[in-house]
């Protein structure tokens, strides 16, 4: 079956624009996951979803960063005003649900975001 | 805090030479502890789940092992193909239910 898809593969914005980052997650899976990753680093966590609702949105950095899943599938992250520090690869994942045996987390490939 | 510590931060191996990669992890209740391997430009690809001290797991040439502050990746008689970073992270019972900390890779380089 399809994996985690996520879209654009790279966006390239000037400072101060609005960006907003889609993830298609695995059909089926209830939990969505978004972390950044920057080069050299592991990915951080910024906000999950169960279901439609932000379970744990403790991880986005400040209010410059939100992030939706109105329907329980699909997610858009959103970065207003985007500074060049917001520059990373953008993953997002998902799991059956979450809860130990079924949270493994399955990738999608990432976003590149550069804020130029 | 949580915390996840690989080491080392590089590796080069010959072909057929087998090693092991070493995740050091400080959590407040461990809900699992989780190895993946990130290809360049790619996504981090889904390898192991261990959740209990004790716990083994294997996959072709890898094999994933449990211990209470620790975890190991072993790696038997590698091939170029097994190039990668691997990534090890944990989940938490404590304040960040809900999401995994990742340590910072080990970049492994097999040369034939």
């Given at each position: 079956?399809?994996?985690?898809?996520?879209?654009p593969s790279n966006k390239v914005t000037e400072k101060?624009k609005?960006v907003?980052l889609?993830?298609?997650?695995?059909?089926?899976?209830?939990?969505?996951?978004?972390?950044?990753?920057s080069l050299?680093?592991?990915?951080?966590?910024?906000?999950?979803?169960?279901?439609?609702?932000?379970?744990?949105?403790?991880?986005?950095?400040?209010?410059?960063?939100?992030?939706?899943?109105?329907?329980?599938?699909?997610?858009?992250?959103?970065i207003?005003?985007t500074e060049r520090g917001d520059s990373a690869v953008y993953?997002?994942?998902?799991?059956?649900?979450?809860?130990?045996?079924?949270?493994?987390?399955?990738?999608?490939?990432g976003t590149r975001l550069t804020v130029l | 805090?949580?915390?996840?510590?690989?080491?080392?931060?590089?590796?080069?191996?010959?072909?057929?030479?087998?090693?092991?990669?070493?995740?050091?992890?400080?959590?407040?209740?461990?809900?699992?502890?989780?190895?993946?391997?990130?290809?360049?430009?790619?996504?981090?690809?889904?390898?192991?789940?261990?959740?209990?001290?004790?716990?083994?797991?294997?996959?072709?040439?890898?094999?994933?092992?449990?211990?209470?502050?620790?975890?190991?990746?072993?790696?038997?008689?590698?091939?170029?193909?097994?190039?990668?970073?691997?990534?090890?992270?944990?989940?938490?019972?404590?304040?960040?239910?809900?999401?995994?900390?990742?340590?910072?890779?080990?970049?492994?380089?097999?040369?034939?």
């Open positions: 079956g399809a994996g985690v898809s996520q879209t101060g609005y907003e889609r993830c298609d997650p695995i059909s089926g899976h209830t939990a969505l996951y978004w972390y950044r990753q050299g680093q592991g990915p951080e966590f910024l906000i999950y979803f169960q279901g439609t609702g932000a379970a744990d949105d403790s991880g986005l950095p400040n209010d410059r960063f939100f992030a939706v899943r109105p329907e329980g599938s699909v997610s858009t992250l959103k207003q005003r993953l997002c994942a998902s799991s059956l649900s979450f809860g130990t045996g079924n949270n493994e987390q399955f990738f999608g490939p | 805090e949580d915390q996840v510590t690989q080491s080392p931060e590089a590796l080069r191996l010959q072909e057929g030479e087998s090693s092991s990669l070493n995740c050091s992890y400080t959590v407040s209740g461990l809900r699992g502890l989780f190895w993946y391997r990130q290809d360049p430009g790619k996504g981090p690809e889904f390898l192991f789940t261990l959740y209990s001290a004790g716990e083994e797991k294997e996959k072709e040439r890898l094999k994933a092992t449990l211990t209470k502050k620790e975890s190991f990746l072993h790696i038997t008689a590698p091939k170029p193909e097994d190039s990668a970073t691997y990534l090890c992270a944990v989940g938490s019972w404590g304040g960040s239910q809900g999401n995994l900390i990742f340590g910072k890779g080990t970049k492994l380089s097999v040369k034939p």
